[in-house]
């Protein structure tokens, strides 16, 4: 396949960025996404210039790192996939596509397609955790039995794998997907109750703080949520936070 | 001489009275006291945030974004534990033989032991951080079987257990940096460790967003920083993955045991093109339920080969399972060695089925049927049709492996659920790593090693989810003993000061290093020698290893770390975010990490778990261990360039379990 690609350029910051177009040729259907990335890489680099710098890791659906905006879509046209998870046997010979990172006040830009999504860790920070301190004697792990459907919903929610595309996707640039899925996962276990209501507080609180906008119910990041985090776990965390803000002006 | 430290005494008392006489330090004096811990995959992350709650300052690194993203996160099929929920005969004592022997009798007994008593401590923590593994309809918890074993202690989260494992340890450590006693660095990589007075006192360290080195002192420092699978280009490892801080650490003193011992995964989905950038797994959970087979008739497997039969066509006569043919008694589900072994040697003798003749199927039919007929059983239909069977079979398959399928769909571009998938061995697992002693203390006094990282547990093979047990027992309950009983004689030291000509000299031998790559001014991508470093690697240094393939390895490496030094290109510059000079300098120590593997793989004249020398096998093929002879560690000591690697060895001595030829026949 022979492609255009044109791909988005900033070199940091404060810089501003502009769209950059490549030709790419002998691009094979069987590529991924990211090995695409790679071959223009490899192209740039041997020409003499500066290649496009993107985050990946894991290469399978898993690490959240790769963020690609592609063709107006976080994470590109297919859906339940990741950027890494993308093949080219989903696009045309003879494409152009358009590549450019997420866009959110909340997530800056480092370079080129790389953005720093740290307000995520310290919105878990927060309070996206149960406290248990570390010791050989925590009671037994079958102690306290939890009904399988219970367990298999917070283990859904807890699939997120934190990629930011729900902010990306999201023309408010809302995190509510992201942080749902978070406290609902810990709401739906009795390991998560004695911290339930305080947790809620404190994780939107610092949401808030970070920039996120607000939500209103559009549901377009759960349309491009790679892990098919639903928005059932909006509608949970927004009981939770109403009932700890009646019970904390008591 | 190297001592392991083994505490004396009957084996299973050996760690609780250690734990009872060691030297522990009054949280007062634990505010004085700094720890690095360089890595926040299950291994760094459980012992930074345990390290911070008992009261130590931690400062943690990760080259990633965000500690979450540890290549621990990709873990699929599960975490073993010793619980013996499922009343079948398990035990400390039976998972600590059934690792011993996996690993081919290449590990310390007293450290694995220690590690099957912490099993059980593991699934408790994990459950109370609120970790939703998979439960059974009663609420209890379910668990599933793996290879080289014949029990089911296997605990999971579908096929995502290490992300939920990693989340769990993530969440523990958020809370720390919350608190304010971990101090975070993300994007930062370790660039070398520092020594004073012959004790490692601290990092340097790259500010991987700004370029800028930094120096971080500290008391003692942990390496947590996973294995170096991607020496071999091609790996199921992350991108990022690499031996850069174990060999940097190696390079300062800290020996690095029984390099050459790799795990081979047999099921992963086959190299693509030329183009394919690493390798995807389809978790050993799959030997549960699929069956392995290549066609029995050579013209079969050409005519697939050249796409003129399909699978379905095969009739089940003319076609050889051939684990179950080989190895009646564990079948598919042997130890991963044996397994790839096995597909290597039929797709060498022809009867490989993708179009590069290196693939062999794992088929699902056979499942489909059996839970078919349970499920319509369950359902109370009378007569159902096979169609009907098959089709209640997928589901049930689906509810079980549905993520799998999905991935290998995606990859492949081929249905499962009617075709058999193909899957090849592809590189995975490091057993090798840094030497480190009972307290997993490396050979440099303060620099301790766990997860991945470190040697000590797995032998010369690692069975099926025991990297992910490990990790969390070094972290979470192992490394917070043992490291006190060294800080303990830190506590009148003071803040160890990264104003020393030590510090001074190390950055600038960094600075230097960097400042070479980017003036280079080669003509090549780090790519392309990485590629061809793999290449030869895997030819030479993988499922199989003989004496003259070694040797020519070792002058192709060398040759090509002259090469790379000469001509490489690293674009742009070192003072903004570079990942291609990043990726640079980690290919510049797999360079030398390869040599040494391969110097370690022609030393050791004898076949064991995955280290498989042609010239030492069994008249039908199976590995031939030496034990009168190679029953020891091979520790290396660095002196100066890789080829002058002065050899160690650490012998094994076997108390409690007697030396058998590993049989799963
Ligand atoms: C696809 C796949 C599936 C697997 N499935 C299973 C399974 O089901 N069960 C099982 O038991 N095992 C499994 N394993 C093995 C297991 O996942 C790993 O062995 C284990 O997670 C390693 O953990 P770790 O903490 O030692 O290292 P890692 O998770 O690799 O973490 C390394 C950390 O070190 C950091 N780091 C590295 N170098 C530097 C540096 N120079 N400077 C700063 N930071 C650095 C990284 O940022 C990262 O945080 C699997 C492995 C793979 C590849
Ligand atoms: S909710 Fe979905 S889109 Fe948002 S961070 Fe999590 S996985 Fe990514
Ligand atoms: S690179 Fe890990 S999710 Fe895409």
Redesign the pocket.
């Known amino acids: 396949m022979n492609l255009t690609l044109k791909v988005w350029r900033q070199d940091g910051p404060e810089a501003t960025g502009h769209m950059d177009t490549h030709a790419l040729e002998g691009v094979s259907p069987d590529m991924s996404f990211l090995e695409m990335m790679d071959m223009l890489n490899d192209q740039i680099i041997r020409a003499g210039g500066e290649p496009v710098a993107f985050d990946h890791d894991c290469r ?1 659906g898993i690490c959240g790192m790769c963020s690609m905006f592609i063709n107006g879509e976080a994470h590109g046209p297919g859906r339940g996939v990741t950027t890494c998870q993308l093949h080219m046997r989903s696009f045309n010979d003879g494409d152009t596509i358009a590549i450019e990172p997420w866009r959110a006040q909340a997530f800056p830009v480092i370079k080129d397609l790389t953005v720093d999504r740290s307000a995520f860790d310290r919105v878990i920070q927060a309070g996206g955790y149960i406290s248990v301190n570390t010791s050989g004697n925590t009671i037994d792990a079958n102690a306290i039995p939890v009904p399988k459907e219970q367990a298999d919903d917070a283990f859904s929610a807890a699939t997120c794998i934190g990629c930011g595309a729900c902010v990306a996707s999201c023309k408010n640039a809302s995190a509510m997907l992201f942080v749902s899925a978070k406290v609902s996962q810990f709401a739906l276990l009795p390991q998560g109750q004695p911290e339930r209501e305080s947790r809620v507080q404190r994780m939107v609180e610092q949401m808030d703080k970070e920039g996120f906008g607000n939500c209103t119910n559009t549901g377009a990041c759960a349309v491009e949520c790679p892990k098919g985090i639903d928005l059932s776990n909006i509608a949970r965390m927004n009981r939770d936070f109403m009932s700890a803000a009646v019970k904390s002006k008591k | 001489m190297l001592d392991s430290k083994i505490p004396e005494g009957p084996l299973a008392d050996k760690w609780t009275k250690y734990k009872d006489d060691i030297q522990l330090v009054n949280p007062a004096n634990k505010r004085s006291i700094d720890v690095i811990v ?7 992350s459980s012992a930074a945030a345990s390290l911070a709650e008992m009261g130590y300052n931690v400062k943690a ?4 974004d965000s ?1 979450r993203r ?11 534990a010793a619980k013996n929920y499922q009343n079948d005969g398990d035990s400390v004592h039976r998972l600590f033989y059934d690792t011993v022997k996996g690993g081919d009798y290449r590990s310390r007994e007293a450290n694995v032991h220690r590690l099957a008593e912490v099993s059980t401590n593991i699934i408790d923590q994990c459950v109370a951080q609120g970790v939703p593994f998979a439960r059974e309809y009663g609420g209890l918890l379910d668990n599933r079987s793996f290879g080289g074993v014949l029990v089911s202690r296997t605990f999971y989260a579908k096929g995502q ?2 992300q939920q494992l ?1 989340l769990g340890a993530y969440s523990a450590l958020s809370r720390q940096i919350s608190k304010g006693k971990v101090d975070m660095l993300t994007r ?4 070398d460790v520092v020594m004073v007075d012959g004790k490692c006192r601290g990092i340097i ?1 790259r500010n991987l967003v700004t370029g800028e080195l930094e120096r971080h002192a500290a008391h003692a420092v942990v390496l ?4 170096y ?1 991607n020496v071999f280009f091609l ?4 991108m ?3 031996v ?2 174990a060999w940097k650490a190696h390079k300062k003193g800290a020996h690095m045991a029984n390099p050459c011992f790799t795990q081979i995964h047999p099921t992963c989905i086959p190299v693509s093109g030329e183009h394919q950038s690493k390798l ?2 389809m ?2 959970s799959l030997r549960n339920d699929g069956r392995i087979w290549v066609p029995a008739k050579k013209e079969d497997a050409e005519a697939i080969r050249k796409g003129t039969k399909t699978a379905l066509e095969i009739a089940e006569a003319d076609r050889d399972y051939y684990l179950e043919r080989r190895y009646p008694a564990f079948g598919n589900l042997v130890p991963r060695d044996v397994a790839s072994r096995a597909a290597k040697e039929r797709c060498d003798a022809g009867f490989g089925v993708n179009k590069t003749g290196e693939a062999v199927f794992l088929d699902f039919a056979s499942a489909f049927k059996r839970y078919g007929k349970t499920e319509a059983s369950i359902r109370g239909l009378s007569q159902p049709s096979t169609e009907e069977i098959v089709t209640l079979g997928k589901e049930v398959v689906k509810a079980k492996y549905g993520n799998l399928f999905d991935m290998y769909k995606q990859i492949a571009a081929d249905n499962p659920y009617e075709t058999p998938m193909k899957i090849y061995p592809a590189v ?2 490091t057993m090798g790593g840094l030497w480190v002693d009972y307290n997993l203390m490396t050979s440099v006094s303060g620099l301790y090693a ?4 470190n040697f000590s547990d797995h032998g010369a093979n690692r069975l ?6 490990q ?1 969390l027992a070094d972290g979470y309950f192992v490394l917070p003993y043992t490291i006190g009983d060294y800080l303990a004689n830190d506590i009148r030291t003071g803040a160890i000061s990264s104003n020393s000509a030590e510090f001074e000299a190390a950055e600038k031998a960094v600075q230097e290093r960097i400042d070479h790559l980017i003036n280079n001014n080669g003509s090549k991508p780090v790519d392309d020698f990485h590629r061809r470093l793999g290449r030869i690697m895997w030819n030479e240094c993988g499922m199989s290893r003989n004496e003259a393939g070694l040797k020519k390895a070792i002058a192709d490496i060398r040759a090509l770390r002259e090469e790379f030094w000469k001509d490489v290109r690293v674009p742009g510059n070192a003072t903004s975010y570079n990942p291609e000079l990043d990726k640079a300098g980690r290919v510049a120590d797999f360079l030398e990490q390869g040599e040494l593997m391969c110097m370690d793989a022609l030393a050791r004249e004898e076949s064991c778990g995955g280290h498989f020398r042609e010239e030492h096998q069994t008249p039908e093929g199976e590995a031939l261990r030496d034990d009168e002879n190679f029953a020891f560690v091979s520790a290396w000591e660095f002196a100066g360039d890789p080829s002058e690697s002065k050899l160690i060895k650490e012998d094994l001595v076997f108390e409690n379990i007697e030396l058998k030829q590993r049989s799963y026949k």
Do not use: D, K, R
């Open positions: 399978e | 360089v890595g926040t995959g299950l291994a760094g690194l990760c080259f990633q500690p540890a290549h621990s996160i990709a873990a699929q099929g599960g975490i073993n257990t290490g990693l930062h990589e370790m660039m360290a947590a920083t996973g294995g699978g790996s199921t490892n992350a990022g993955s690499n850069s801080a995807t797994l978790s050993e995975h697992y766990t997860g991945e990282s099926g989810a025991s990297a992910l047990m990790g």
